[in-house]
């Protein structure tokens, strides 16, 4: 894990900020999340924090997670990894593993505060795993369905396809990472099946 060192020490150095009334919303994850750099823009009814490392697997959130969650003791807790656990060959069900263990540090951590679980995303890079990703996202929306009742599978797999394949418009040109246009369906996908219940009726 020393290769993220560098990284974690950056999120380590945050500054840490009061929270204001809105509720504070903690993003969690690979480089789909550290570059999410509109963050606060599309997700103003809350207080947001990007804890983000590039090239980050669910094995490596888990480890590193006393270093840099806690410490914001956030309300809501948004998580996307898995795919570079996939692309290090790590089958699916050592991914559904590291889920559950992320679990467990979240409920140590914050009993059972609400959390999101980004489902795994196609790409155009990632196409010789779509048949481990499939079973990946499936196996994980099935243990949140029976055992998670705090936790939410929100699936972006479906919203990201246009006439039934990947649209790759939604990605940058090196085929795996998003556009800003991937990030908006992101972000109607992510409020329309989780955050959209947090906002505070006015």
């Known amino acids: ?10 999120l380590e150095a945050k500054a840490i900020y009061p929270k204001a009334k809105k509720k ?3 993003f969690y994850g690979s480089s789909s999340i550290r570059m999410w750099n509109s963050l606060a823009i599309d997700f103003p009814e809350f207080n947001v924090v990007n804890q983000g490392f590039g090239g980050s697997t669910l094995a490596a959130c888990c480890w590193f997670f006393p270093r840099v969650i806690p410490v914001w003791q956030p309300d809501i807790i948004v998580l996307y990894a898995g795919d570079n656990d996939l692309g290090d060959n790590r089958h699916p069900e050592e991914v559904f593993l590291n889920f559950k263990n992320m679990m467990t540090l979240i409920t ?3 009993s059972n505060i609400p959390v999101a ?6 790409s155009r890079a990632s196409s010789y795993l ?3 990703i499939e079973w990946t996202n499936g ?3 099935d243990e949140i369905q029976r055992n998670y009742p705090n936790c939410t599978f929100v699936d972006i797999v479906e919203p990201m396809k246009k006439n039934g394949l990947i649209d790759q418009a939604l990605f940058e040109p090196d085929g795996l990472h998003l ?11 992510l409020e329309n099946q989780f955050l959209n219940a947090f906002v505070e009726k006015k």
């Open 1 to 10: 894990m020393y290769w993220y060192e560098d990284e974690i020490k950056q």
């Open 117 to 122: 679980f980004i489902s795994v995303k196609q």
């Open 179 to 189: 556009s800003l246009k991937g990030y908006s369906v992101w972000k109607e996908a």
């Open 108 to 110: 140590e951590s914050f």
């Open 24 to 26: 504070r919303v903690l």
């Open 130 to 132: 779509y048949g481990s």
């Open 139 to 141: 196996i994980i929306r």
